[in-house]
């Protein structure tokens, strides 16, 4: 199992074939034998290619063509681009859902998606994201990525923590688990004196810790940037940079990041369902990684996307019947088979098919279970406006200063946050 789409979305590191060239505009009725031609458009890895197929097998009066970019990023500047040109739009766009206040923003220009085939199908805060004020639904949503906590037993045993994955839970707070508790955790593995760091990368336990705010770099109301004044902000930046202690001082991504899975650098990583994956790709001969049913704070989301569907199409339904279809249970569950994105639908997490999967790399852990268990536990999503990337950056370098740079004190590096936020406003 492969756990791979937002990871390649982050780390644009992985070229893709591009399947058609560009983004055919909406406006290609028909193909040459005369039959309705539909466009999608997704990017990095969606698990969309055979399903297409069959979707044409159970269609044969449709043609689809598939356009997919190799990076979200890349996708983002034709999504773009094409918008606010009135026309390129694929007849179903595949969106991550950080573009979703975009197309709220744009509602007049994309198909309202509401309909009986699809009420109860996510998870309430899942499909909130892509709701609009007067319940417009504008996006399927596909994937998400619930945060668990990868460990690894054998740095734990060395510590003298419990390894078990379920004591592990416990050892955390389990239900009632908190960042303190978190952070307490690392003072007690710190304190055993063997080596490796708690945790690696400062930045990441903030963002996690972040995103289970509903308010926190940017007013919703009137889109004023709020996070240099904001309390649980500042709370979290004290926090974690009075913990650096306990981190690797690596920065995700990094080539450093990559080759401390082979040196035993770490020993704990807040890690969303796609970052599975990315552990067994670095990881690959390194035995005791496991997987605990358990977060700080309850639960959050990174990651995930929607399918959308323009006005522009020139075949809204057929367009709306594709998306409907490709988000349906059974097919996220394929899709989840080939790439490992974790499926959006409840139905679809329920399943006894998803609750029985494991993984062989991580201690047989239930993914399948833990992975649905911790989408549960999910209560708010952060709000994301229009300078929430630069904001972001922003406040992830000011800690990288501090945590792997070592260049500034934490006050030094919060002051000069707050003047880049100066210039944003």
Not at 368 to 395: M, S
């Amino acid at each position: 199992m492969r756990f791979t789409r937002k990871a390649l979305a982050l780390a644009g590191a992985v070229s893709l074939t591009v399947l058609a060239a560009g983004c055919s505009p909406s406006g290609d009725a028909s193909g040459g034998d005369g039959k309705p031609t539909l466009t999608i458009s997704t990017f990095s890895e969606w698990g969309y290619g055979d399903l297409i197929d069959e979707y044409q097998k159970l269609h044969p009066e449709i043609t689809v063509k598939h356009n997919r970019f190799a990076t979200s990023d890349e996708a983002k500047e034709q999504f773009q681009t094409s918008l606010g040109a009135g026309s390129g739009l694929a007849d179903v766009v595949g969106v991550d859902n950080s573009w979703m206040p975009q197309v709220l923003q744009n509602s007049e220009n994309f198909l309202d998606l509401s309909s009986s085939s699809v009420e109860g199908r996510w998870n309430d805060w899942n499909e909130k994201i892509a709701t609009t004020d007067d319940g417009k639904l504008l996006g399927y949503p596909t994937d998400i990525g619930p945060q668990s906590i990868a460990y690894r037993a054998d740095l734990f045993k060395a510590a003298g923590l419990p390894t078990d994955r379920e004591e592990v839970a416990k050892l955390f707070g389990g239900k009632d688990a908190t960042w303190d508790d978190f952070f307490k955790v690392g003072e007690k593995f710190k304190a055993a004196g063997t080596g490796p760091a708690f945790y690696d990368d400062s930045s990441s336990v903030a963002t996690s810790w972040g995103d289970q705010y509903r308010v926190l770099w940017e007013d919703p109301d009137n889109g004023d940037i709020i996070a240099g004044n904001n309390k649980d902000l500042r709370n979290i930046y004290d926090t974690v940079t009075s913990h650096d202690d306990l981190s690797a001082h690596i920065a995700r991504w990094s080539q450093d990041w990559v080759d401390a899975f082979q040196k035993d650098k770490f020993a704990v990583m807040p890690a969303p369902s796609w970052m599975l994956g990315v552990i067994k790709g670095n990881a690959a001969g390194v035995t005791g990684w496991d997987v605990a049913n358990v977060f700080p704070g309850g639960g959050v989301n990174s990651g995930g996307s929607y399918l959308t569907v323009p006005k522009q199409s020139q075949h809204p339904e057929e367009a709306k019947a594709l998306a409907d279809w490709l988000t349906a249970p059974e097919q996220q569950l394929k899709a989840f088979k080939a790439t490992g994105n974790f499926p959006s639908q409840v139905q679809a997490q329920k399943s006894d098919e998803l609750q029985q999967v494991t993984d062989p790399f991580f201690n047989n852990a239930p993914v399948g279970k833990i992975l649905t268990d911790r989408a549960a536990a999910v209560k708010e999503i952060p709000f994301k406006g229009d300078n929430y990337f630069a904001i972001t950056t922003a406040f992830n370098n000011a800690i990288k200063r501090v945590s792997v740079d070592r260049t500034h004190s934490a006050q030094e590096s919060w002051d000069m946050f707050e003047t880049e936020l100066k210039t944003l406003g």
